[in-house]
């Protein structure tokens, strides 16, 4: 079972659980991620990054980070379609925070260097600027599906 689909159905459980006793203290308001703040990236060469990463993000519904690039600040930070970012699932690692987490960028899919927290699977061009956001879970009860939903943006990074 995935990952997604278990938090889908813990939540519902949840939610079904207080609605049998009678809990009307629940929202339907979609809870505010806080962005992460990059702080510094580094050329390992042969395509290959190191990216650090301070981030505080300790809800339920926490997922993971998404990866945008762009030629300018503006496109880093402001896709056009919030969906095509390169992403890094860390769900199922224990949130403690703050903490700086450690991300490798290379587009082989070598395994994690030691120490590395995530490995994100794609290809960055130096002189291009990066902006990442954090992933949470987003589900609709009513239809019994899932997704993510993204924060605003990170500040941006240009690639060395």
């Known amino acids: ?16 659980s207080f609605l049998g006793l009678g809990c009307t203290n629940y929202s339907t308001t979609a809870a505010v991620q806080a962005p992460p703040t990059l702080i510094s990236i ?15 993000n300790p809800e339920f519904i926490f997922q993971g980070y998404r990866l ?15 969906n095509v970012g390169a992403q890094c699932v860390l769900a199922s690692s224990t949130i403690v925070q703050p903490i700086e987490y450690t991300f490798e960028i290379d587009p082989s899919e070598n395994p994690n260097t030691s120490g590395v927290s995530c490995r994100i699977f794609t290809t960055l061009t130096p002189g291009t600027y990066i902006a990442m956001r954090t ?13 993510f939903k993204v924060s605003i943006s990170s500040n941006t990074l240009i690639v060395p």
């Open 42 to 56: 580094t050329n390992n060469g042969n395509s290959n990054f190191t990216i650090k990463v301070r981030a505080q």
């Open 68 to 82: 945008y690039s762009g030629a300018t600040e503006t496109l880093a930070q402001n896709p056009t379609d919030l």
């Open 1 to 16: 079972m995935n990952t997604v689909s278990f938090l889908f159905r813990a939540f519902s459980l949840v939610i079904l």
């Open 135 to 147: 992933l949470g879970l987003s589900v609709n009860l009513q239809n019994s599906t899932s997704s």
